[in-house]
């Protein structure tokens, strides 16, 4: 799986760079949010805007996050989040449970208000 980790003190910028986040790359991207998602950071940013299919394997990634974030009190911002990506979210019922922005840098001014 092809990705990068930007940590700033306590936010992380986790970038996914596939085109597909689905039942094959599910699981590393899991592994990673576990890596990831210590008590020290307080704000992760998971850019998607080069992910183009999402299936319910993927969904299952964003939510560990979301659900490890909240266990410590932190915040998740989805960026890039495409059309296809947002109705999946939709028919999912869980597009309101994510805050999303359009940008990494649009995410961190809405994080830093």
Known sequence: ????????DELVVFTIK?????????????SEILIICQP????????????QICDTQGLSALLLARRQMNEHEG????????????????????DEMFDIKESVSQAIAWLQE
Do not use: H, T, W, Y
Request: glycine share 2%; proline share 4%.
């Open 75 to 94: 915040f998740i911002v989805l960026v890039g989040v495409n059309d296809n990506v947002r109705n999946l979210f939709r028919i999912s019922q869980i």
């Open 40 to 51: 020290a950071v307080k704000a992760l940013i998971i850019d998607l805007s080069m992910v």
């Open 1 to 8: 799986m092809r990705f990068s980790v930007e940590q700033d």
């Open 18 to 30: 596939e085109p597909m986040l689905d039942a094959v790359l599910a699981p590393d991207v899991k």
